[in-house]
């Protein structure tokens, strides 16, 4: 079974520029997450979908910070204008919230550095 | 405010050491709590733990849950130098809609030193 896909897996640009993630969940997972996690700091939740809807998005900086699952299947995140403190590795995560617990399964992340 | 709270931050032994992290919580709709290992950079999952499954073993590692006193262990013997990672816990509430709903701690960062 393939796992979590994410891209690109390093990024560095000046503050003020646009950057976007990408991720592609396990097959058949309906519910993903982007967490924000900054060195020394567990993963903090950004948005989660549940298919191609927004379940919780109360931490995501709305000003800056966008974030889609169109098809409901992969899903975009992106950051415009950037600052100095989203300097930060940036995980997906999905799980197949198949009604019971289950545990959520993370792609390798995107480490971001503005500069 | 959900909270989860680990301890220690930071631990440093040699090999063949036994250790012990702890992790407690206060959630509302508590449902599983999770054990994570964080190497490089994307959390590993290693064990969930839930009201009818309250103690778990892989190996070396395993993990209780105390539903009373909420909180949980996980315990690692014989450390190897592989076990150097950074342990996150998670826990698991009920969604106040739909899907599922993480609230992770701080992680504890663990060095085995050969």
């Known amino acids: 079974e393939a796992g979590v896909a994410q891209s690109p897996r390093y990024k560095i640009i000046e503050k003020r520029q646009s950057v976007a993630f990408w991720c592609n969940p396990i097959?058949?997972?309906?519910?993903l997450y982007w967490y924000q996690q900054i060195l020394g700091q567990g993963p903090k939740l950004l948005i989660q979908?549940?298919?191609?809807?927004?379940?919780?998005d109360s931490q995501l900086p709305k000003d800056r910070f966008s974030a889609e699952r169109l098809k409901g299947v992969d899903s975009t995140l992106k950051i415009q204008p950037a600052k100095l403190e989203d300097s930060a590795v940036y995980l997906c995560a999905s799980s197949l919230d198949g009604g019971g617990p289950g545990p959520q399964f993370f792609g390798p992340g995107t480490r971001l550095t503005v500069l | 405010e959900d909270k989860v709270v680990q301890s220690p931050l930071s631990l440093v032994v040699h090999e063949g050491d036994t250790v012990t992290l702890n992790c407690s919580y206060e959630v509302t709709n508590f449902r599983s709590l999770l054990w994570y290992k964080q190497e490089k950079k994307a959390p590993t999952f290693l064990f969930m733990l839930t009201s009818s499954g309250i103690e778990k073993k892989s190996g070396r590692l395993s993990s209780i849950l105390d539903k009373k006193e909420l909180s949980s262990i996980l315990n690692i013997t014989a450390t190897q130098t592989g076990d150097s990672a950074i342990y996150l816990c998670?826990?698991?509430?009920?969604?106040?809609?739909?899907?599922?709903?993480?609230?992770f701690g701080p992680g504890t960062r663990l060095s085995v030193l050969p």
């Open positions: 998670a826990v698991e509430k009920y969604p106040d809609n739909y899907g599922q709903n993480f609230v």
């Open positions: 097959s058949g997972h309906a519910t």
């Open positions: 979908f549940q298919n191609n809807g927004v379940v919780d």
